[in-house]
């Protein structure tokens, strides 16, 4: 099983340039979330949804954008890229939250900075 | 809101044994799940409380007292490839997603 994909692994870019952060998964799973890890501050909830067609913002949602048109993907979506979202975005899904059986299954990361 | 509250590193040798606390504020409680991650790599699950006790799980057991918005993981006969980053969770409000604490970083020194 593939798991939880995310393209592209590494990414620069320049202020002002958008730029789609693409996560797959091959799991059947009906909640996914995006959350931001910079050094000291954890993983922190972008944005998330709870299956196709529905999403929700989470903690820092300013300056991003989501869908959820079929159960596999969610793509997160920069509009204006700015210095300050530079960091390592992860893209998570599971069949439910919060359950033993079914944890969060996480992609490996996209590194993005901008210039 | 959802918060966690977790120290930012801890130490310890090989062999040794070392607990990392947890105290949360959630507005309704679905459960306190730890995850592992090594090298800035992908987080990967290692235990979770629903009810007041302890979870054993091989050389990692976790413990919950829900009275007290308290937990902690607790690594035994420590390894060096223990040393990573060890973060606590909790669902949301509406339990539709899952909230992290910022981490502590265990370093396993021989």
């Known amino acids: 099983n593939a798991g939880v994909t995310q393209t592209p692994k590494f990414q620069v870019l320049k202020t002002g340039q958008s730029m789609t952060l693409q996560c797959a998964q091959d799991?059947?799973?009906?909640?996914m979330s995006w959350y931001r890890q910079d050094p000291g501050m954890g993983l922190r909830l972008i944005h998330y949804?709870?299956?196709?067609?529905?999403?929700d913002q989470g903690e820092v949602p300013n300056g991003y954008n989501v869908s959820r048109s079929t159960t596999e993907d969610f793509p997160l979506r920069l509009l204006s890229a700015a210095p300050s979202q530079t960091s390592v975005y992860f893209c998570?899904?599971?069949?439910?939250?919060?359950?033993?059986?079914?944890?969060?299954?996480f992609g490996d990361g996209t590194r993005l900075s901008i210039l | 809101g959802q918060s966690l509250e977790q120290p930012s590193e801890v130490t310890a040798v090989e062999g040794a044994i070392v607990q990392i606390n947890c105290t949360y504020q959630?507005?309704?409680?679905?459960?306190l799940s730890w995850y592992q991650q090594h090298d800035g790599g992908a987080p990967t699950f290692l235990s979770y409380?629903?009810?007041?006790g302890l979870e054993e799980t091989g050389r990692f057991s976790s413990f919950l007292s829900r009275s007290d918005s308290y937990g902690y993981l607790l690594l035994q006969e420590l390894q060096m490839k223990d040393s990573a980053s060890y973060f606590c969770?909790?669902?949301?409000?509406?339990?539709?997603?899952?909230?992290f604490g910022k981490g502590t970083t265990l370093s396993v020194s021989s």
């Open positions: 799991m059947n799973h009906e909640y």
């Open positions: 949804s709870v299956g196709a067609g529905i999403t």
């Open positions: 969770a909790v669902p949301n409000q509406a339990g539709t997603a899952l909230i």
């Open positions: 959630t507005s309704g409680f679905y459960g």
């Open positions: 998570a899904s599971s069949p439910a939250v919060g359950d033993r059986t079914q944890p969060q299954h």
């Open positions: 409380n629903a009810l007041d």
